[in-house]
Every structure is written in C-alpha cells, then in structure tokens.
C-alpha cells in the first residue's frame, strides 16, 4: 500500500493495469494515489473474480462489493475487466502499459506466462511488480522466476508481507524506480525496513478500524434490542392494566378449562390488544377486504 502511493508519485504513469484484483486493496491503492497525485492515468483491474487454486473460490459478492466501491470512489479513471488475463490481452495496444502488478495464480508456469504474454504490451517507461516475490511454500513459484528476470532487467525486492519485487523493464523507466533497483545494501536494507514498518503500521490500523466498526454494529444491535424489549414490556404493561384485559380475565380462565372457549378468549384478547395498539381500525379494513376477495 505505501509503496503504490510512492510509485504512482515518483513514476507519474498514464496506465497501470493490475492482473488479479481479487477485493482491490492494492487496486484501490493505485487508484487513490492517482486522485491523490493528479496524475492523468487510467487504471485497470483485470480479474475473473472467481477465484483460483491459492486465492480460494468465492462468490459474486466479491465482484459486486468491488464494482459497488469502484463506481462510487474511481468510476471517472478505474475500468474492471471480468475476464482471464489472456481474453485482456486485446484490449491494450502493445507499448501502453506503464505500471503492470502481476498478482494471479502464484506457480511459476503461471506468472513465467502471465509476464511473457503481457510484456509487449509495457511501455518504454514500463515498470512490473510482482507480488509475492518472497512467499517460497507449496507451490508458490513467483521468488523462482524472480530470480531469472532481476538477473536480466535491474530490481528491487521487498521482503516484507510476502515479498513485493519490482522490475524496471522499460529503457527509459522513470529515473526515482530506476535509483531504487539500483540502491545498494545499505539503502536497500534501510528502505526494506521503513517500507515495512509503514506498512504494518497501515495494516494495525486498518485492523483497528474493522474492530471498530464491528464493535459499533454490535453496540448498536444491542441497543436496538433493549429499545424493543423496553417497548414490548411497555405495552404488555398497558395492555395488563387496561379494562378489556381485566373484563376478558373470566374468559381466559375459562380457555383452560373448556377447550372450546379458548379461542373465544384468544379472540377476544387479540382485539383488546388491537385496540389498545391503535392497530383496530386496520386490522378490520384488512379482514373486511380479505372476505370481499372471496
């Protein structure tokens, strides 16, 4: 999240496409790092939202809760593909893609195809992230094919939060990603650490805040229960108190002990509460216009 602000700033692209936005935290980081910097960019998310072998199967809520936050925040720069990364490949022109974060299925066979598919369609400015760069279990294949392409076009990998490699593969890549894929140890160790501790320090707060907001949901159900237990107990009271409770007392006894009573009583009673709920007048245009269907 730090480093999408940082970049889209120091890179001022015109394009950035993401392939694989999943929920749009890293989608939605470029986005608002392009309102943020008023740089004239079009973004792209480029995703089936249906989910692969390491994010899970999901639903379309996914998709709508996504499409929902990007019509109301980004509708003006943001465009959603709803389609492999293959079927996306036509709708760029090769040589328009600025900014490209790889971030689909994790082997290695996937991200060597994704990256070699999509490569004619970068820009002489072109800069590639890929992410999980430093995740090595299962069949987890991106730190692999890292290894070959940041041997070939200069890089830079973050460790932290599974890893986030950075690619300059353009010949005129912006000059600040280029003097970051070539820092030197002690640079590069010093910006590991204070991208990460902005970013943990993001995600703590980002967390507080999904507390926050659960603890007011549960608070406020709470509260609207005690106001409907405090009404329901208010009105049993006055129906309690009231004369045509007292009057059908007798009746309610007798449902007791005569079962062919009991409904007289349960009738009865149910027009004492009607009346005094104020809900008699309805309730009879309701019945009257129930036995005029029939």
Known sequence: MPFAAWLVGAARPRSIVELGSFAGVSYFAFCQAVVAEGVACRCHAVDTWQGDAHAGQYDDSVHEDFKRHNDANYAAISTMHRCTFDEALARFPDGSVDILHIDGLHTYEAVRHDFETW??????????????????????????????????????????????????????????????????????????????????????????????????????????????????????????????????????????????????????????????????????????????KR
């Open 119 to 292: 490569l004619p369609k970068l820009s002489d400015r072109g800069v590639v992230l890929f992410h999980d760069a430093n995740e090595r279990r299962a069949d987890f294949g991106v730190w692999r094919f890292w290894e070959e392409v940041s041997a070939r076009w200069p890089g830079f990998l973050f460790l932290h939060s599974h890893g986030l490699g950075v690619l300059c593969v353009g010949a005129h890549a912006p000059e600040a990603v280029r003097g970051l894929c070539g820092a030197d140890a002690e640079r590069t160790h010093l910006l590991r650490e204070r991208f990460g501790a902005i970013g943990d320090r993001w995600h703590a707060q980002a967390q507080w805040e999904v507390t926050r907001q659960a603890l007011e949901t549960t608070r406020a159900a709470l509260e609207s229960e005690r106001t409907a237990r405090a009404t329901a107990e208010q009105r049993a009271q006055v129906l309690e108190h009231s004369t045509s409770w007292r009057l059908t007392a007798p009746l309610r006894s007798a449902g007791h002990a005569v079962p062919g009573v009991a409904r007289l009583a349960r009738r009865t009673a149910k027009l004492a509460w009607w009346t005094v709920t104020l809900q008699l007048p309805a309730r009879l245009a309701e019945r009257r216009a129930a036995r005029g």
